[in-house]
């Protein structure tokens, strides 16, 4: 399952700029990236050129969504899904999904694009673990979670050590969604889970080489 982290800011501060170096980075760097974008508009036309998710594809996005509130390309009903809910549903294959916007996503990190001084989100909105900004003002933000915005690279390096440790070391085996909610499991119980489904599957004999099992249950509420 990736990781998800969302870049925030007023509209015209940079976002997708910033956002298209960023994942040209972590393309270079090795990972699979996705992209989910939140707009307020209707009716917009998907993947024209110059269009910010043109830019994105552009700059070598493995998987791009655009979230609207009446629609979602893959041309699916938006249905108000969390950005949590989207990435784990529709780009579960990628290492990490970055979003732009989501300014209220819950138990999501957020990095604040920042122009101008009087447009600032981080006293309005929870889990900004960074800013990026060419302003030279009194943030009360560490140095090292405080970037200029030509310095994306940077900002790709910063996510990779907070993020991505653990896809390098390939350690998370087992993934549990529940209600589209990652719920945490310790190593051990990712084991018995693994090992209890995989053993089952395999009785079924249905591949000869198993490398990935995904399982979706729907409980029926009335049991």
Same mark, same amino acid.
């Given at each position: 399952m990736p990781q998800i982290i969302t870049f925030i800011g007023w509209h015209n501060s940079g976002k997708t700029t910033l956002v298209g170096r960023i994942v040209a980075h972590l393309k270079e760097m090795g990972y699979r990236v996705g992209v989910v974008k939140s707009s307020k508009e209707e009716g917009i036309v =998907?993947?024209?050129?110059?269009?910010?998710?043109?830019? %994105?594809?552009?700059?070598? #996005?493995?998987?791009?969504? =655009?979230?609207?509130?009446?629609? /979602?390309?893959? /041309?699916?009903?938006?249905?108000?899904?969390?950005?949590?809910?989207?990435? %784990?549903?529709? +780009?579960?294959?990628?290492?990490?999904?970055?979003?732009?916007? =989501?300014?209220?996503?819950? &138990?999501?990190?957020?990095?604040? *694009? *920042?122009?101008?001084?009087?447009?600032?989100?981080?006293?309005? $909105? &929870?889990?900004?673990?960074?800013?990026?900004t060419d302003l030279n003002m009194n943030l009360n933000i560490g140095s090292d979670c405080l970037f200029r915005l030509n310095e994306s690279r940077k900002i790709a390096l910063f996510i990779e050590k907070r993020f991505l440790d653990d896809v390098r070391k390939g350690t998370e085996r087992t993934v549990l969604l529940v209600n589209d909610d990652? $719920?945490?499991?310790?190593? @051990?119980?990712?084991?018995?889970?693994?090992?209890?489904? #995989?053993? @089952? $599957?395999?009785? +079924?004999?249905?591949?000869?080489?198993?490398?990935?099992?995904?399982?979706?249950?729907?409980?029926?509420?009335?049991?």
């Open positions: =998907f993947d024209t050129p110059g269009s910010d998710s043109y830019l %994105h594809r552009q700059a070598g #996005a493995d998987s791009v969504l =655009f979230a609207a509130p009446d629609q /979602m390309v893959l /041309m699916t009903k938006q249905g108000n899904r969390s950005l949590t809910s989207i990435a %784990h549903r529709y +780009l579960a294959d990628c290492d990490i999904v970055i979003g732009e916007g =989501f300014k209220h996503a819950g &138990h999501v990190a957020k990095i604040e *694009v *920042v122009r101008d001084p009087g447009q600032q989100l981080r006293n309005e $909105v &929870h889990g900004v673990i960074a800013v990026a990652k $719920v945490p499991l310790k190593e @051990f119980v990712q084991e018995a889970l693994a090992g209890t489904v #995989a053993g @089952f $599957v395999r009785s +079924l004999k249905c591949a000869a080489d198993i490398d990935k099992i995904e399982l979706r249950i729907k409980l029926d509420r009335d049991k």
